[in-house]
């Protein structure tokens, strides 16, 4: 199986590289944010990958970190669930967000993300809540957003931005027991600098 990639970029597409690992060229499935972050041709990349195989079909899909590809493989896990409706997942937000939405029960942000319905985020919820909580979110702003989940759900449903969201609870005072209604207080504050 193909754990990880190191080589140059040959090309870019609208959710692809083709890496060039030593005269081999491997197209590669990636989430928006590793395009965005390394998509530059000409430029050396590693990635963590995972091989998907089907009956008539092998895909290869790369990540920038070993918990973007964890959480990618444990959302396959879920039935109905296929690689390319992950990987739409895992560009739609990163995957401290996602992962906070999956362990907070917050289905109205991921019916947020493109293809995904209510069904899909109810069974989301249900079959992947205690295996993505606490384990998946490793980052101080992850930690933040999963302990304010029900701040950012209320921001997200004014139209603000998962990733806008995230950063305005990320700002608030360490170490202070506050009020939902103080924190929406100051994350709204925050959004209207």
Do not use: C, W
Request: net charge negative.
């Amino acid at each position: 199986m193909i754990a990880s990639l190191q080589g140059i970029i040959d090309a870019v597409g609208t959710d692809y590289m083709i890496v060039n690992v030593n005269g081999v060229g491997f197209k590669v499935g990636v989430p928006t944010s590793v395009l965005s972050d390394l998509g530059v041709v000409g430029r050396e990349v590693k990635l963590y990958a995972h091989l998907h195989v089907r009956e008539d079909e092998m895909s290869l899909y790369g990540f920038s970190s070993l918990d973007e590809l964890r959480l990618f493989d444990t959302l396959i896990t879920v039935s109905g669930l296929g690689p390319k409706t992950a990987m739409g997942m895992l560009s739609a937000m990163s995957a401290d967000q996602l992962a906070m939405a999956i362990a907070s029960g917050s289905t109205e942000i991921l019916t947020t993300i493109p293809g995904i319905g209510k069904k899909t985020a109810d069974r989301l919820v249900l079959e992947l809540k205690d295996k993505v909580g606490g384990v998946m979110i490793s980052s101080p702003a992850g930690r933040a957003a999963q302990e304010n989940a029900d701040v950012i759900t209320a921001l997200v449903s004014l139209g603000y931005l998962m990733n806008e969201a995230t950063r305005a609870v990320g700002s608030f005072p360490a170490g202070q027991k506050l009020a939902l209604e103080d924190k929406l207080k100051l994350a709204l504050q925050y959004l209207g600098k």
